[in-house]
């Protein structure tokens, strides 16, 4: 107890280099901490990825439709509970730069596929039955400031023209994991215009979601429904919805490498700058730690002293670090756009990966301070003159 | 009175960049229990040295030390360290003390070292102060007082375990002519009223006047002559 209360005191004995160390690793904590937020929100979105969930899709490329008479083939595979076609629509609202997803779907099956985008029974069955309706995710419509009953005018590009969708849900997201900015309307609003403007376009898909029954072995139920459409025009390639997410990820495998390498490098700056302070503070304190050993205390108790002061100093900046952490992460959350971070938050990872980093350096920063005071001899101790 | 130091055949040799200096040469010395003995001669004599080596912060390179009856040259660094914590109090010429903490945390420092309460602990720690006449300043941090009395805390803190024997080496070295003459009339008082068995080492005959017996050492002898001041 006592020490804890000499190494706290001894934290105050140069205020200002010791308090400018703290805000070092402090700036540095919360630039690591930004940067595994970063790492976490990717992750999190393939942790949100469900792996009872399959993805069919064009064996060649996302980008190819698959005839709508697949689905129902793929409704009828062994092992699958249900499902819904969906069709990547693009378009531009108001200016290229307002970027979320916009997807036609079935009205009819969508959120029973997706369970963690949440609307209450009535806005279902308006979705269901107007044609134009769409369903917003709470992200895109607090970004947007869209209301229940707004009309939103998109441009399209994949599928020209101007396309009127009118608002009858902003869906709530399960929990915090769940991405809230995506927008979904009805495939048949569509496919209805498409019969009518460019008919060789009509009934295609661009995928197919299937939900799993309980206890379904994803593998063979991809093979399943593959082999239907084997040495077809359209061959299909269904995998479950995590590795679907991953295949994209995996594009930007260099740029993740290089931001974890940086998170690293940051950790060993504030290794450098509190071993840098550890060491002077030990130096200065040469005659101090030969007067203790004098009075009996033995080499581990003064080690105990280092170590717990350059611990209790790491922490301490780690803490505000991690404040400034929430404060940064709030900020970027809301300056950048929420369709590049749909899942942007402070995992309790990041937080404890802060902690244990404050603790392991700051015992490392206290290795050389230690040994020196260790090595030490009484006489040459009390004589040093810093 | 029994003997309470006894050093045969010390001799202590310092190695420096392959260079062997001696700094102590044959020394045998005998101190009784309760004496109060000044050791002086010029800078570079051993005086340090040979304090070192009672105090056993030192080891000499051949000889026996004998304190209270342990040859501390036989104890390992652990044991030393206990030793000491249980029977040396130190007085330093610069007072040593840690600035951050308050007078009684400075004096507190030995007994964190022992199995007392926390309570326990503060009763010595005031009865330490007591005795050097700082009662009303435990609060206070040693920036927060004068020479004379950040040396008068550190000798609290000398005597906080009550141990048998005080090394002081040059305790008056950086003090004015009143503060010194408060130290060293403290110090006797330490060595008549508390039976303290007290080595010092000091430039300053007027201090040493003080002890009981002064002993002169000269590039590394320990000269025979000693001188007994009868008042003790």
């Not at chain 1, 939900?211 to 459409?229: C, H, M, R, W, Y």
């Not at chain 1, 203790?292 to 611990?311: D, N, P, R, V, Y």
């Not at chain 2, 308050?102 to 330490?128: C, G, H, I, W, Y």
């Amino acid at each position: 107890m006592e020490i804890i209360k000499i190494i706290f005191k001894n934290l105050f004995r140069h205020p200002l280099r010791n308090t400018l160390t703290m805000l070092g690793i402090a700036i540095a904590v919360s630039a690591f901490g930004l940067l595994a937020t970063v790492l976490t929100s990717w992750d999190a979105g393939m942790e949100a990825a469900s792996v009872d969930r399959l993805i069919t899709r064009q064996a060649i490329s996302f980008i190819f439709p698959l005839p709508l008479s697949y689905r129902d083939k793929v409704a009828h595979t062994e092992g699958v509970q249900e499902i819904c076609a969906l069709n990547w629509f693009g378009g531009v609202y108001k200016d290229p730069k307002n970027f979320f997803p916009r997807m036609a779907c079935e009205p009819e099956t969508i959120f029973d596929v997706y369970p963690e985008y949440q609307i209450t029974k009535n806005e279902l069955e308006t979705f269901k039955k107007e044609r134009n309706a769409c369903v917003v995710g709470e992200s895109i419509a607090q970004q947007f400031g869209f209301k229940v009953g707004d009309v939103m005018q998109v441009e399209g590009d994949i599928f020209p023209g101007t396309w009127d969708f009118k608002i009858c849900a902003i869906y709530k997201r399960r929990d915090k994991n769940t991405d809230g900015t995506q927008m979904f309307f009805n495939w048949q609003y569509l496919n209805e215009r498409l019969l009518q403007e460019s008919p060789d376009r009509a009934n295609e898909i661009g995928w197919i979601v299937s939900k799993l029954k309980p206890g379904a072995n994803a593998a063979t139920v991809s093979e399943a429904i593959d082999s239907q459409f084997r040495n077809s025009p359209a061959e299909t390639k269904s995998e479950t919805e995590r590795a679907f997410n991953q295949s994209f990820v995996s594009a930007y495998g260099a740029i993740f490498t290089a931001i974890r390498a940086m998170s690293y490098i940051i950790v060993i700056i504030i290794l450098f700058v509190l071993g840098n302070t550890m060491i002077m503070s030990a130096r200065e304190r040469t005659r101090e730690f030969a007067m203790l050993k004098t009075l009996g205390f033995s080499g581990m108790q003064l080690s105990w002293f280092i170590a717990g002061e350059a611990i209790v100093m790491s922490l301490l900046g780690s803490v505000v670090g991690t404040v400034l952490l929430f404060g940064m992460v709030y900020v970027v959350g809301e300056l950048v756009p929420k369709q590049f971070f749909p899942i942007f938050f402070v995992a309790k990872s990041t937080i404890i990966t802060a902690a244990l980093s404050a603790i392991v350096v700051g015992l490392l920063a206290s290795i050389q301070p230690i040994v020196r005071t260790r090595k030490m001899k009484i006489v040459d101790g009390l004589r040093f003159i810093g | 009175m029994a003997t309470a130091i006894q050093l045969s055949n010390v001799s202590k040799a310092y190695t420096r960049d392959r260079l062997t200096i001696p700094v102590l040469n044959t020394v045998n010395l005998s101190i009784e229990e309760g004496e109060f003995m000044a050791l002086m001669g010029p800078s570079g004599s051993g005086k340090t040295t040979l304090l070192n080596l009672i105090a056993g912060i030192d080891r000499p390179t051949t000889g026996s030390v004998t304190v209270l009856g342990q040859d501390i040259a036989g104890l390992n660094e652990t044991m030393l360290a206990r030793w000491r914590a249980n029977t040396v109090g130190f007085i330093f010429q610069f007072y040593n003390l840690i600035p951050v903490l308050s007078a009684f945390d400075n004096v507190e420092l030995p007994l964190l070292l022992t199995k007392l309460s926390r309570a326990e602990r503060r009763r010595q720690v005031e009865t330490a102060l007591s005795i050097v006449g700082l009662a009303d300043r435990m609060d206070h941090t040693p920036n927060q007082l004068s020479g004379g009395q950040q040396q008068r805390v550190a000798i609290a803190r000398a005597i906080a375990t009550d141990p048998a024997l005080i090394v002081a080496d040059e305790p008056t070295g950086d003090l004015d002519k009143n503060s010194a003459q408060e130290i060293m009339t403290l110090l006797e008082r330490l060595n008549q009223e508390f039976h303290k068995t007290i080595v010092m080492v000091t430039h300053d005959p007027t201090a040493a006047h003080h002890a009981s017996v002064v002993r002169h050492l000269e590039k590394g002898d320990l000269l025979a002559s000693e001188e007994r001041h009868g008042n003790h």
